[in-house]
């Protein structure tokens, strides 16, 4: 069945540096649009970055342009996020999310990324 899995998290100094990947299994990875969201505690869930099927346009939230990039690997299965000049507020649970049309229906479990002041 479909699967992703998410990994990279950890606990951080502010303006530290982390790349979280995303390994997906039982889908046709390169079909999928790839994303990824964050959740805060009290916070609603925020799409951080998104990156299209086809490698193409990719966006990304203001609160962290210029900061992260998405970036994905067809040939294993796997998106990335590289996040760099990491700040407090980017504490959160980071989520990999697929999508065939225009919704994300497939999650995965999350990985924990804290940085601490």
């Known amino acids: 069945q479909a699967q992703l899995v998410e990994s990279g998290g950890g606990l951080v100094q502010a303006g530290d540096s982390l790349r979280l990947s995303c390994a997906a299994s039982?889908?046709?990875?390169?079909?999928?649009?790839m994303a990824w969201f964050r959740q805060a505690p009290g916070k609603e869930r925020e799409l951080v970055a998104r990156i299209n099927w086809d490698n193409g346009p990719r966006s990304y939230s203001d609160s962290v342009k210029g900061r992260f990039t998405i970036s994905r690997d067809n040939a294993k299965n796997t998106v990335y996020l590289q996040m760099v000049s990491l700040e407090p507020e980017d504490t959160a649970i980071y989520y990999c999310?697929?999508?065939?049309?225009?919704?994300?229906?497939?999650w995965g479990q999350g990985t924990q990324v804290t940085v601490s002041s």
């Open positions: 999310a697929a999508a065939l049309g225009l919704e994300f229906n497939i």
């Open positions: 039982g889908i046709s990875f390169r079909s999928y649009d």
